[in-house]
Nanobody, 115 residues
Framework: QVQLVESGGGLVQPGGSLRLSCAVS????????MGWYRQAPGNQRGMVAT???????NYADSVKGRFTISRDNAKNMVYLQMNSLKSEDTAVYYC?????????WGQGTQVTVSS
């Protein structure tokens, strides 16, 4: 069993920054991909950024140059630094942990970008 707990969401003005954190616990598998996805009202959940256990990253085009994903393997944590936030970044952000054994999701954290 794997548990994911996100933190760090909130309300921020356009142009501001937020940092999301996700703690992974339970049956940790050394080879994995951790990532962040988001879902805005009326839209499907989509990939924001992923990082594998080797540190290779992948970003959605809409966040390249503004968001940075990182991980701390010793602490089983994944982070998403979000800069230059725009109103269109408003969504529920979900942490994801994927291995050959399964695909796991956090409960989601709301990010609202508004003046």
């Amino acid at each position: 069993q794997v548990q994911l707990v996100e933190s760090g969401g909130g309300l921020v003005q356009p142009g501001g920054s937020l940092r999301l954190s996700c703690a992974v616990s339970g049956s940790i598998f050394s080879s994995n991909v951790m990532g962040w996805y988001r879902q805005a009202p009326g839209n499907q959940r989509g990939m924001v950024a992923t990082i594998n256990s080797g540190g290779s990253t992948n970003y959605a085009d809409s966040v390249k140059g503004r968001f940075t994903i990182s991980r701390d393997n010793a602490k089983n944590m994944v982070y998403l630094q979000m800069n230059s936030l725009k109103s269109e970044d408003t969504a529920v952000y979900y942490c994801n942990y994927r291995t050959i054994l399964g695909n796991y999701w956090g409960q989601g954290t709301q990010v609202t970008v508004s003046s």
